[in-house]
């Protein structure tokens, strides 16, 4: 029996690791996926289950290895066969313009220098190498000559091929080094740190301490569980390319599977460069990244060859970093605002400054403590940063600049918003407002309930429940799912039509999965990630409510801190009446498991041509049942049109209006049906 099950599988092996190295390489380093992420899953859960069961098949590179290995004891030390260097730093334009005359004295020559300019990413440099096409090893850049084997951990990141392109077939080239930075994204790094905060761990100071944590990791199903990812700008020791410039490795090393930062542009004038440094400027708050520069190279090898590096840097290259995120600014007085769980934040109005090209008017204090440790007092001159997307902060007071006017700040000893006690729970550095019905809190609450990622009701913005709760019209967020139109309209500046858009906006809201409603609650400490883990294992909230702390914290992710508030939530009086009164108003919550049933909401199909697993009218009925459409004529409010054998004149009027066009594993696929 083996021997037959044996070539079958292992041909079944092969398949799965192919297409998921396939679709791996669309969906990281083209972005553009061909399939679900669910399929994808899908996939790497059936390979998975049949390495574990033909463990003789195992390989190295399998597709499998990037959800982790088993935790190593320490990192093994490894050299570099070619130092990594690090860049001599420029900071104006006269500095680069030195930099580029510099190149050509020592060239001797008068002719323009050509040059590739990419962004400089602020990540963790590492390399990796490639045997016969595998990645085989990959390494921090340690002090330059030798690194950290981290080899399963760079594993993990989606956008490193663990196999080059075209590997299977064709060419395997024997030795490539290949260099770039490792990085985690600012939103990868915001969910990081909300999930962080969520589960009572410190958060991450910033993107760069998120992605060299994450990489030095021992257990590499950690480092997996991280949004890393990767750009590549160079190569160690390499086959030969058959290429004489740094542009056209770039362009090479992408054919190969790596990805390059978009934003690279080659064979430019320093004058280009300097345009171009511009440019990164202004996008560098838009960008999904943090740059802290930009990295000018000579693009000719022959040129970068005579010029050689110092014990340092190479001389080819230099690094134009922007100016600092920092500046200093004098503060004009110190706020305090009211969060949702009653926490007094206090906030240092500021003379408005350019930080980076953003006017900052603001920073957070954080905490009475914060204060105290920094000494901020009015009227002093600190340093404000700002660090990606986080909220500007102060840096430090510049004592220097005292007068003796300035003025020590002390935490209210009630709240500014309501007026109640306010107090300090010991071992904690938040200063709270015992009053949970504070306008403040009950404000705070309610955007938090009709948030994004909450009930995500549409028009239901701070300035209207600002308003509500201000006329006294609404007091909890249990009364907004019942508002009526005439209520809205009482308002000012709200019209019949906007009134009747926020009524239709709730209307829509009140189909909710669990994990959304969960977090609405604003429970402390549950926040989306949380509450995703705890509506996967309470299929209801009737026996959540009835959880205590040990059954809660018995869940992977959930510690006792958690589990504590969850349940100390359920107990409350208040909260239950507030759920009744939710519930009452025509909230349906339902589960994840139902979402299934929904997947195809509101969606029209068109079927066409025999399918293969059941007859059109099967299929019709399992669209409907799962909330889509069937129609008979394709036309352009037409979503899909699912395609079976010899499909009819219906395929090319599809293809005409540009509907989209689907097979029948799809459909199953949308109507997560599991052959
Ligand atoms: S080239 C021989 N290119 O900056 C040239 N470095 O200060 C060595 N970095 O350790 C590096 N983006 O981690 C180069 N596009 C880029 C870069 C880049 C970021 C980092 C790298 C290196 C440091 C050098």
């Known amino acids: 029996m083996q021997n037959s099950i044996e070539p079958a599988a292992l041909k079944k092996i092969e398949t799965l690791r192919k297409k998921l190295h396939r679709h791996n390489y669309l969906y990281y ?22 390495e574990s069961a033909f463990p003789e098949f195992k390989s190295p590179d399998s597709p499998t290895a990037r959800v982790g290995a088993l935790p190593l004891d320490k990192f093994e030390s490894v050299a570099h066969f070619v130092p990594m260097l690090s860049l001599d730093n420029g900071f104006s334009d006269s500095d680069i313009i030195d930099f580029d005359r510099r190149i050509k004295k020592l060239l001797n020559t008068e002719d323009a220098i050509l040059y590739t300019v990419e962004p400089k990413l602020d990540g963790i440099a590492v390399e990796l190498v490639y045997e016969d096409g595998r990645l085989t090893l990959a390494s ?56 962080r905060l969520d589960q009572d761990l410190p958060p991450f100071a910033n993107a760069r301490n998120a992605a060299a944590g994450s990489l030095r990791q021992l257990d590499s199903t950690v480092t997996a569980k991280r949004p890393l990812e990767m750009f590549v700008y160079g190569v160690g020791r390499a086959f030969d390319f058959g290429v004489e410039s740094h542009g056209e490795i770039l362009a090479a090393l992408k054919r190969l599977g790596f990805r390059i930062n ?29 740059i802290d520069g930009m990295v000018i190279k000579v693009d000719n090898f022959s040129y970068q060859q005579l010029l050689g590096a110092t014990s340092r840097s190479p001389r080819w290259a230099i690094a134009y970093k922007f100016k600092a995120e920092q500046e200093t600014t004098r503060v004009l007085n110190i706020e305090v605002q009211v969060g949702r769980t009653g926490t007094l934040t206090p906030v240092a109005h500021l003379d408005p400054v350019n930080v980076g090209g953003v006017t900052v008017s603001r920073a957070t204090l954080h905490n009475e403590d914060e204060i105290i440790r920094k000494d901020i007092r009015v009227g002093d001159t600190v340093f404000v940063q700002r660090a990606g997307d986080v909220i500007p902060e102060v840096v430090k007071v510049v004592e220097s600049k005292r007068t003796g006017q300035e003025t020590i700040f002390n935490m209210p000893k009630t709240c500014p918003v309501c007026g109640a006690d306010t107090f300090r729970v010991k071992g904690e550095a938040a200063t709270r407002c015992i009053n949970i019905t504070c306008p403040a809190q009950v404000k705070e609450r309610i955007k938090h309930f009709a948030s994004k990622g909450a009930f995500d009701i549409e028009g239901m913005g701070d300035k209207l429940i600002n308003q509500l709760v201000d006329k006294g019209l609404i007091s909890s967020y249990a009364d907004i799912i019942g508002l009526s139109k005439d209520t809205l309209q009482a308002l000012e500046r709200m019209g019949p039509k906007s009134g009747e858009n926020i009524i239709n906006a709730i209307k829509k809201s009140k189909r909710i999965t669990f994990k959304r409603f969960l977090y609405a609650l604003g429970i402390r400490h549950v926040g989306e990630h949380v509450a995703g883990i705890i509506a996967s294992r309470f299929k209801n909230i009737d026996s959540l409510a009835d959880a205590t702390p040990e059954d809660l914290a018995s869940l992977e992710g959930i510690g006792p801190v958690v589990a504590e508030s969850a349940v100390r939530f359920f107990r409350q009086d208040e909260n239950r009446k507030a759920l009744n009164k939710i519930m009452d108003s025509g909230v349906h919550v339902y589960f994840e498991g139902e979402k299934k049933q929904g997947a195809v909401s509101d969606k029209s199909f068109v079927l066409t041509g025999a399918l293969e697993s059941m007859t059109r009218s099967q299929a019709k009925k399992m669209i409907e049942t799962a909330g889509g459409r069937v129609t008979g004529s394709v036309s352009r409010s037409t979503d899909y049109l699912v395609v079976g054998a010899s499909p009819g004149s219906k395929l090319d009027q599809a293809k005409k209006l540009g509907v989209e066009i689907i097979d029948e594993a799809a459909l199953l696929m949308y109507l997560k049906i599991q052959r």
Do not use: H
């Not at 380093?29 to 289950?49: F, G, Q, T």
């Not at 060419?171 to 260099?179: A, D, I, K, M």
């Not at 064979?267 to 440019?279: Q, S, V, W």
């Open 29 to 50: 380093v083209l972005d553009n996926p061909e399939i679900s992420d669910a399929a994808y899953d899908r996939m790497m859960k059936e390979l998975m289950e049949l």
């Open 140 to 195: 921090t850049r340690g002090d330059g000559f030798r690194g950290e084997r981290i080899t399963p951990n760079v594993k993990t990141i989606g956008s490193v091929p663990l196999l080059l392109q075209d590997t299977y077939e064709q060419t395997r080239p024997p030795l490539l080094e290949v260099r770039g930075e490792v990085f985690i994204g600012r939103q990868g790094f915001n969910r990081l740190n909300n999930q």
């Open 262 to 290: 978009p934003l690279v542009r080659s064979g430019i004038t320093i004058k280009e460069a300097l345009d171009t440094y511009r440019e990164f400027e202004e996008k560098r708050p838009l960008l999904p990244y943090d």
